[in-house]
């Protein structure tokens, strides 16, 4: 079976399950190949509903992780992102196919060699323009480019990083999920008009760790 032919019947199963719930999330999963942000040997693998490792003990997260996530953040048009935890990259080219046109995604990535390995792949299947991959400690944020309509974090933290909440707009909101590492539910926080927090409690989930300042301990 073709990898677009496995793509089709993936966007599917996670539409079935309630997991992509808009045609705007069905159409770019059904555009990204899954299969080039994973290394050679999950290539087969990479339509099904599983996180898959990419080096460095890190993981592409599951596509049905994915799609929930995405259709929490709901990132429109124009619309600037910032997602923590690049990993291959995945993400973050859904991430800015949902803010084009107009938009762009700042994605940082702890691990030197896997942000190299997601900008490379970023320019290769053309989205240099919008997605932009940068190295540091994400639990920090990234302030040279704040403020963000949006923040998408792919690795739990112990508590929502104070630095991520005051990079967020006002009427800005974030997808974060928070708890202990083995163990975490998905939080959305929204930053109200005047400002005040909004925060309220998801789905279970588990991620690898946010390491850092404002995550667990390197
Ligand atoms: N979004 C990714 C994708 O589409 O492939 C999956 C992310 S993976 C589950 C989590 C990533 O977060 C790992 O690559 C890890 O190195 C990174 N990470 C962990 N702590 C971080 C931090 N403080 N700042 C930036 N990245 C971090």
Redesign the pocket.
Known sequence: MSYEEKRRRLVMTLSEEGYIRSQRVAQVIMKVPREL?VPEEYREMAYEDR?LP?G?D????APSI?AYMTELLNPLPGEKVL??????????IILAELVSPGGMVWS????PQ?AEAARKRVEMLGYGDRVKVVV????LGYPEEAPYDKIMV??SAPEVPPPLIEQLRTGGKMVIPVGHPYMQNLYVVRKGERGEIHMWRDIAVV??????KY?WRE
């Open positions: 942000f996180p990419i460095y890190q993981t592409i997260s994915v997602e923590v935890g690049t990993g291959s990259g995945y993400q973050a940082i990535e702890r691990i896997i540091g400690d994400g639990s792919t690795a991620f690898v760790p946010l390491k850092g995550g």
